[in-house]
């Protein structure tokens, strides 16, 4: 059973910043997509970014090169740089992997964009 633990969220103001770290219960190759999806209230869960071996990162078109994602293998953590953050990226923000096929997802951390 995979298990994700999420943290970094909290409350920050416009144009400020965060890094959302995320580490998995097992070892998670790195051929294994690892990521980050959020959801705002009454809005469906939406990509945020994503990350494996031999290909380039995915990004969603909202993040206009404000956030990286990045991850440390030995560590099964993936992270998520967060810049110049706006009130419309207030959401609960998770993580997940992809491991044979099947979706695992962390509890999700609250990210507040407010001044």
């Known amino acids: 059973q995979v298990q994700l633990v999420e943290s970094g969220g909290g409350l920050v103001q416009p144009g400020g910043s965060l890094r959302l770290s995320c580490v998995a219960s097992?070892?998670?190759?790195?051929?294994?997509?690892m990521g980050w999806y959020r959801q705002a209230p009454g809005k469906q869960r939406e990509l945020v970014a994503k990350?494996?071996?031999?290909?380039?990162?995915r990004y969603a078109d909202f993040v206009q090169d404000r956030f990286t994602i990045s991850r440390d293998n030995a560590r099964n953590a993936v992270y998520l740089q967060m810049n110049s953050l706006k009130p419309d990226d207030t959401a609960v923000y998770y993580c997940?992997?992809?491991?044979?096929?099947?979706?695992?997802w962390g509890q999700g951390t609250q990210v507040t964009v407010s001044s």
């Open positions: 997940y992997t992809l491991v044979d096929g099947e979706a695992y």
């Open positions: 097992v070892t998670i190759l790195s051929s294994n997509f």
């Open positions: 990350l494996r071996s031999g290909r380039d990162p």
